[in-house]
């Protein structure tokens, strides 16, 4: 049975390989497509907002340099998010605000991609900084890492030109047009699958029995923690990320409660890098 779902697995990867590389080489170039067609409107605006030409090229200078200034003030941004969460919204559960070391760790790790978790994020952090904070960046450093590649590969591909593309054009289109896309169809899968998402304050259950806790206290309920964790675990999962939405990751059931859950969020792992 082991080798019937690591085969399985590689078929399904392979299949998906190709229509899905495709579709981000004409999403790169600028080509059309159905659902660049109805996404294209988004884009637009988001160029129209940031004020974004995106007809200008970049030298690897300039885009290097965007590249890192972004991710910068996206760092900077989760610091103080995590640093003051217990004065913002969304914080049904009461979270404090995350010590100044972890909240250093965690955005500096969710900004390069990293995402190496210290902390438990049932236990830590608001929905709002799960949201606003965690989420996004698991699209933008994705993204950002995706855009480089790009830029990498037309180094390669425009041997007598100066510019490799435009660093804010290539991450819209990477969030917009691929990862978001992405993101929604696996979210709503694993809502049909029973990972939670809501924006509701942990659930209390009464025990069967009391326990005596490490204080030597009786324990007679148990917190169950619930909020946004569909939408979060979606983007992880394709932008290669770690962080869930909980402290042990995908091994929590509200996080993969079924054997599809499990081999889709799996198939997510790899599924962006093999296109």
């Given at each position: 049975?082991?080798?019937?779902?690591?085969t399985v697995?590689l078929?399904?990867?392979?299949?998906?390989?190709?229509?899905?590389?495709?579709?981000m080489?004409?999403?790169?170039?600028?080509?059309?497509?159905?659902?660049?067609k109805?996404?294209?409107?988004?884009?637009?605006?988001?160029?129209?907002?940031?004020?974004?030409?995106?007809?200008d090229?970049?030298?690897?200078?300039?885009?290097?340099?965007?590249?890192?200034?972004?991710?910068?003030?996206?760092?900077?941004?989760?610091?103080?998010?995590?640093?003051?969460?217990h004065?913002?919204?969304?914080?049904?559960?009461?979270?404090?605000?995350?010590?100044?070391?972890?909240?250093?760790?965690?955005?500096?790790?969710?900004?390069?991609?990293?995402?190496?978790?210290g902390?438990?994020?049932?236990?830590?952090?608001?929905?709002?900084?799960?949201?606003?904070?965690?989420?996004?960046?698991?699209?933008?450093?994705?993204?950002?890492?995706?855009?480089?590649?790009?830029?990498?590969?037309?180094?390669?591909?425009?041997r007598?030109?100066?510019?490799?593309?435009n660093?804010?054009?290539?991450?819209?289109?990477?969030?917009?047009?691929?990862?978001?896309?992405?993101?929604?169809?696996?979210?709503?899968?694993?809502?049909?699958?029973?990972v939670?998402?809501?924006?509701?304050?942990p659930?209390?259950?009464?025990l069967?029995?009391?326990?005596?806790?490490?204080?030597?206290?009786?324990v007679?309920?148990q917190v169950?923690?619930?909020?946004?964790?569909?939408?979060?675990?979606?983007i992880?999962?394709l932008?290669?990320?770690?962080?869930?939405?909980?402290?042990?990751?995908?091994?929590?059931p509200?996080?993969?409660?079924?054997?599809l859950?499990?081999?889709?969020e799996?198939?997510?792992?790899?599924?962006?890098?093999?296109?």
């Amino acid at each position: 049975m082991g080798w019937i779902q690591i085969t399985v697995y590689l078929v399904v990867l392979v299949l998906l390989a190709k229509p899905l590389g495709e579709y981000m080489a004409r999403v790169y170039s600028g080509e059309g497509g159905w659902l660049v067609k109805i996404l294209r409107p988004i884009e637009r605006g988001i160029y129209r907002v940031c004020r974004i030409r995106s007809d200008d090229e970049m030298s690897w200078k300039v885009y290097a340099a965007s590249m890192l200034a972004f991710n910068l003030l996206g760092m900077l941004v989760l610091y103080f998010l995590q640093r003051f969460q217990h004065v913002l919204p969304l914080n049904p559960a009461g979270m404090p605000a995350v010590s100044p070391d972890s909240s250093f760790n965690t955005a500096v790790s969710f900004t390069t991609n990293t995402n190496w978790q210290g902390y438990g994020g049932e236990t830590t952090m608001s929905h709002l900084t799960q949201m606003l904070g965690l989420t996004v960046q698991n699209f933008v450093s994705a993204a950002s890492g995706m855009a480089v590649l790009v830029a990498f590969i037309r180094g390669f591909t425009r041997r007598n030109a100066v510019s490799i593309g435009n660093f804010w054009v290539d991450l819209v289109r990477s969030t917009v047009h691929i990862l978001l896309p992405l993101s929604v169809v696996l979210a709503l899968f694993l809502v049909s699958q029973g990972v939670v998402q809501n924006l509701e304050a942990p659930a209390h259950a009464q025990l069967v029995q009391s326990i005596t806790g490490p204080d030597g206290k009786t324990v007679s309920e148990q917190v169950i923690s619930v909020g946004p964790a569909a939408s979060q675990i979606a983007i992880k999962q394709l932008g290669t990320n770690g962080g869930g939405f909980f402290n042990v990751n995908s091994a929590h059931p509200f996080e993969n409660p079924t054997a599809l859950s499990n081999f889709f969020e799996s198939l997510s792992i790899l599924l962006v890098a093999a296109g």
